[in-house]
């Protein structure tokens, strides 16, 4: 079994404001801003806001501890990103729960974002009971862009005589 190794990871916490989204954002982009080019930023930012959103919901409603974000980029060929937000919230919600929200309604659509703009994604409870969102992208190291594999893979065919 051959082992991703680290990139680069962040870990913070972040308190059950509003404010929060936004610093959210700034740790992911902060993170994938070293790289070039940068194929998945657009989709971590959208559904770091996903968890990050209900956290801060959840934080108020209940007046709980600060929200957790986790962010791990690993490379062994494909590089991979993982985003893992904690949650006060104390039940694990299942990748294929039904959502069936209003046309109207404000609410209900984030984990069918998530679903569609990730490879993986799922929950868990951590040690202290909390939920954890979390969501993974793979894709092609540029590392293997620079050994030509890329190059090899999308040359044209040379035409005959």
Do not use: Y
């Amino acid at each position: 079994m051959h082992l991703s190794k680290p990139a680069a990871s962040t870990v913070t916490t972040l308190p059950s404001d509003p404010s929060s989204a936004h610093k959210a954002h700034r740790v992911v982009f902060a993170l994938l801003n070293t790289m070039d080019p940068i194929p998945v930023l657009e989709d971590a930012l959208v559904v770091t806001s996903e968890p990050v959103s209900n956290a801060i919901l959840e934080g108020i409603r209940t007046r709980s501890a600060p929200i957790g974000l986790t962010v791990h980029l690993a490379d062994n060929d494909l590089l991979s990103l993982t985003v893992e937000v904690t949650n006060p919230h104390n039940e694990t919600v299942g990748p294929f729960q039904q959502q069936n929200p209003a046309p109207d309604s404000e609410h209900g659509r984030g984990l069918l974002i998530v679903d569609t703009c990730t490879d993986s994604w799922g929950t868990r409870l951590d040690e202290a009971g909390r939920l954890v969102v979390w969501a993974t992208w793979s894709w092609r190291s540029p590392a293997l862009r620079d050994q030509g594999w890329l190059a090899e893979r999308k040359r044209p065919a040379t035409p005959g005589p």
